[in-house]
């Protein structure tokens, strides 16, 4: 385990997660949900069983990480949200800075977010990063050049910015081209706008030109009628899966198809709006979830939780099932690790966790 900051320690920390059994259950309403009414939902029930499983930590002394992303030689990369520094933890444990940028302005949830690597056809590796700066969200990207970078590019400007609501994530798909999770930055008419980039989950190329295939044409959106994108993650098969945060309610994991409206403002949940796609998973209270980051191992969708303070399992639906709706879900709860921001897939058998509490964070490791 690796120490970096004030609240760097030499102790190894290994505590007992419970894996709480979950049944969904799924209430067939009829209807359009607004802000004031509830939407059909599906809500898992905690079941009586539970197993006993072992967390060890990785490095701590992080303040407020958002992001993980690997490199090509198997190091990981952190943001920190409010430092604007992004770290490198190395194979061996080994945790330093890689470059702080300055063009970030923090403040509320704004500030340094996603991470992504892509490399290109040759030898070149890029970092590409969600950033807030004094006027708007944008992507960038540098060369990653061993423990240095190059010199920051800008691939996608313009984003509105807020002090909440920013969205932020940013992944390559398997297409090879790079996928942006945005808020609606608190104007929740532009989430409906397709001339508007707040919103939307957005699909570009790698040098930030707009892809023919998109459902738009000459626009970067993807899919629209999104509040808080926070995770994005593809399948065995392919399909694109998004994390999406309610509003006091309405917690959302949505299977993402090209072109599709997902409701917000005119809906959250799973009301069954005639031209609106469902979530395929909804928590009632943002006390149980405030979701964020999302992993697949196998068969199964794993979600980092802010508010709710634990993991969620989900069990995703085959593709042959027809719909998008989960299969069972189950909570996880990290004794005393406070709120989750993100998660990433090392293995079949391991899965890394950044928690979200300020300059206590750390990344911690759960074997499956």
């Not at 509830?38 to 809500?43: G, I, L, N, Y």
């Not at 509105?160 to 929740?188: F, S, V």
């Not at 403002?265 to 799973?270: F, K, L, N």
Request: charged share 20%; hydrophobic share 35%; proline share 6%.
């Amino acid at each position: 385990m690796t120490a970096l900051g004030p609240a760097a320690g030499p102790r190894m920390d290994r505590r007992t997660v419970l894996i709480l059994g979950g049944a969904l259950g799924l209430s067939a309403m009829t209807g359009c949900s607004t802000e004031n009414q509830p939407s059909a939902t599906a809500t898992p029930e905690q079941s009586g069983s539970s197993t006993a499983a072992h967390i060890t930590t990785r490095a701590t002394g992080l303040d407020t990480p958002w992001s993980m992303a690997r490199t090509g030689d198997g190091s990981m990369l952190i943001s920190e949200r409010d430092t604007a520094r992004i770290l490198r933890l190395a194979t061996d444990g080994t945790l330093t800075p890689l470059v702080h940028l300055p063009q970030v302005v923090p403040g509320g949830e704004a500030g340094l977010l996603g991470l992504a690597v892509i490399s290109d056809s040759g030898t070149q590796q890029w970092l590409y990063a969600f950033m807030s700066t004094e006027s708007d969200n944008r992507v960038v990207r540098m060369e990653l050049q061993g423990s240095t970078v190059g010199p920051v590019e800008n691939i996608l400007t313009g984003i509105p910015r807020a002090t909440i609501h920013n969205g932020g994530r940013i992944k390559q798909g398997p297409d090879g081209l790079l996928y942006i999770g945005t808020g609606d930055a608190t104007d929740q008419p532009a989430a409906q706008e397709i001339s508007r980039l707040n919103g939307k989950i957005l699909r570009i190329n790698p040098d930030g030109s707009t892809p023919e295939s998109n459902p738009f044409t000459g626009s970067p959106v993807y899919s629209h009628g999104h509040r808080n994108v926070q995770g994005l993650v593809w399948d065995s098969v392919d399909r694109l899966w998004a994390t999406e945060l309610g509003p006091d309610r309405d917690d959302e994991v949505n299977l993402i198809r090209p072109g599709a409206n997902y409701g917000w403002p005119r809906v959250t949940g799973a009301p069954h709006s005639e031209g609106l796609v469902d979530a395929a998973y909804v928590w009632p209270s943002t006390a149980d979830a405030s979701p964020s980051g999302m992993a697949i191992v196998g068969g199964a969708a794993y979600i980092t939780a802010l508010r709710g303070e634990r993991l969620w399992r989900l069990e995703l639906p085959a593709a042959s099932s027809g719909n998008g709706a989960v299969v069972s879900a189950a909570r996880i709860a990290l004794d005393k690790q406070g709120r989750l921001r993100d998660v990433m897939a090392v293995s079949k058998n391991e899965i890394l966790i950044a928690t979200n509490e300020g300059t206590d964070s750390r990344i911690l490791s759960l074997a499956l």
